[in-house]
């Protein structure tokens, strides 16, 4: 069973950046997507940011396209989301999440998840 660890988060203020980072234990890591997920209280988690095996492709939700930037580095084993000009509704739990497929965004599609990062923008 693959274990993912996010760490990063925290709390800022608005048009602040963090960057989350996301080690994943598997050996095949750089076999599969990674993704960005968030959650805030009261809502369903959403798809935020996800990278295809190689780093070649990315696709990221409407609301934080020109914002937020994921990346990985295969050799360590590691996905990064770099979030920049932060603002009170990305305030959210942050889940990082690999998946076997090519690029999805559906949750379902992926199969180990982090344990969470809370990030908090205050206004």
């Known amino acids: 069973q693959e274990q993912l660890v996010e760490s990063g988060g925290g709390l800022v203020q608005a048009g602040d950046s963090l960057r989350l980072s996301c080690a994943a234990s598997?050996?095949?890591?750089?076999?599969?997507?990674m993704g960005w997920f968030r959650q805030a209280p009261g809502q369903e988690r959403e798809f935020v940011a996800v990278i295809n095996w190689s780093g070649g492709s990315t696709d990221y939700r409407e609301s934080v396209k020109g914002r937020f930037t994921i990346s990985r580095d295969n050799a360590k084993n590691t996905v990064y989301l770099q979030m920049d000009s932060l603002n009170p509704e990305d305030t959210a739990v942050y889940y990082c999440a690999s998946s076997p497929y090519a690029l999805p965004t559906d949750p379902k599609a992926f199969n180990s998840w982090g344990q969470g990062t809370q990030v908090t923008v205050s206004s």
């Open positions: 598997r050996r095949t890591f750089r076999y599969y997507a």
